[in-house]
């Protein structure tokens, strides 16, 4: 799955891995139960919904997306603590190499396995990656039923200020 990415984004959103429709479609985020796209325009990152076939106008916007993991399955539950720990390894590498301002990983489980930080919780970490900050979003997926949009959203827009006041 190739990522949408350039150096010095203003956010590098990072995904767990991608999913079957993902990986078949080449868009990231394309089930359509995902919430990423709804999410990203109601907290104010796009001005608009965007598709999934419309990833690379991101760029535009200061925006990228990667995965932890890159090998696709149909749930994140099928990934080894091994992919997402090597995963980890190979982030950090990337966010070096890129230097985005923030790092949002889609996914509190998913981040708390890639960086072995068991406590960590959705929101700003205090670890950096390089000297790229690092923030904690929920899971957009359509089997996180632990938030809403309207609540996913709002901790979105919580990271798209903490952006635009770099």
Not at 19 to 26: D, Q
Not at 49 to 61: D, G, H, I, N
Not at 78 to 99: D, F, N, Q
Not at 132 to 153: D, Q, Y
Request: charged share 20%; glycine share 10%.
């Amino acid at each position: 799955m190739p990522d949408v990415v350039a150096g010095g984004l203003r956010v590098l959103f990072c995904g767990i891995n991608p999913g079957l429709m993902t990986a078949a479609t080449g868009h990231h985020f394309a089930r359509p139960g995902n919430r990423f796209w709804p999410v990203l325009h109601l907290s104010g990152f796009t001005p608009r919904l965007m598709k999934p076939a419309e990833q690379r106008e991101l760029l535009s916007y200061g925006l990228g997306i990667t995965n932890v993991v890159a090998r696709a399955t149909a749930r994140a539950d099928e990934l080894s603590t091994e992919e997402y720990r090597e995963g980890g390894r190979l982030l950090a590498a990337k966010v070096g190499a890129l230097g985005p301002r923030w790092l949002a990983v889609v996914g509190v489980t998913a981040y708390r396995a890639a960086f072995d930080d068991r406590k960590a919780a959705v929101g700003p970490q205090e670890r950096l990656v390089g000297d790229t900050r690092v923030w904690v979003l929920p899971n957009p997926s359509g089997l996180n039923a632990h938030w809403t949009t309207a609540t996913m959203a709002q901790e979105f827009a919580r990271l798209r200020t903490a952006a635009e006041e770099d």
